[in-house]
């Protein structure tokens, strides 16, 4: 039974659509709070680094992307 719940293809796309949300809505958040750094005159390199968890993220689509591509 619980095979069954784990390979349902409902709840694999639900699990995909909740990621896909989580990870749109954090890009929006990152990308506040790297404006909210900048206004607020902080270190450069620290603000570096919070944009750099953007550049990151979209890294990672792009090589996920392309994995699973030709994987499935």
């Known amino acids: ?3 069954i719940e784990v390979n ?5 796309r639900i699990r995909e659509k909740v990621g896909y949300m989580t990870s749109k809505i ?3 958040v990152i990308l506040v709070l790297v404006m ?5 005159n902080v270190n450069k390199m620290v ?14 689509v792009i090589f ?5 591509s030709k994987r499935m």
């Open 1 to 3: 039974m619980i095979e």
């Open 8 to 12: 349902d293809e409902r709840n694999t």
């Open 26 to 28: 954090m890009n929006y």
């Open 36 to 40: 909210a750094l900048g206004f607020m």
């Open 47 to 60: 603000l570096i680094m919070v944009a750099s968890l953007l550049l990151i993220e979209l890294a990672l």
């Open 64 to 68: 996920f992307s392309n994995y699973f």
